[in-house]
């Protein structure tokens, strides 16, 4: 494991942290994701982003496949193997196929399955790469989705660089073993 990142004890979290932890594994989620742990350092910090997360993966107005494929077109884009590793075995669970995953992992466009799924692939792919959205794209996205559904799509790609970039940083490995960058595989 990297001396950048290790898993408390939970002995020697405090009061603030311990609540946190708590209310994590009690919610949706069921278990405190790795990345979450490192912003423990900073409590109040740690409770607002882990329910930033919480609302857009469980209270969104988007196809949970749509997340998965937005949570995943973001963790290629910053390399970060936990987040993929995490989210892979998500997007299968919903039916998602592996070739559809294994294309967004080579930087390769996925056969679609909507013209819905490929508008949520080419925003993503769009805000992540040229950091903007041009008029056309952005008026058949606003068509599919309309602003609830912009503003979700945006928040998501923003919430999951932050845990990315948690895992990059601080060198979060996938559970057993040791750090690697997605693109290292």
Known sequence: MSSRFKIPDIDTLNIDQKKIIKKIISG????????????LIRPELADRAQLL????RYDNSLKPEFIEIIILLVARHWDAKYEWEFHKIIALDLGISENFIDSIKRYQEPD????????????TNSLLERKLIEDDLYEKSINYFRDEGLVEIVTLVGYYSLISMTINVF?????GEKYARLNSD
Do not use: A
């Not at 949706?28 to 912003?39: E, Q």
């Not at 997360?53 to 857009?56: C, D, K, N, V």
């Not at 679609?112 to 925003?123: A, L, N, P, T, V």
């Not at 060198?171 to 559970?175: G, L, M, R, T």
């Open 28 to 39: 949706p989620r069921g278990k405190v994701p790795s990345p979450i742990y490192k912003w």
């Open 171 to 175: 060198e979060i490995p996938v559970s």
């Open 53 to 56: 997360g919480e609302s857009l």
């Open 112 to 123: 679609f399955s909507s013209d819905h799924e490929k508008c949520i692939y080419e925003f």
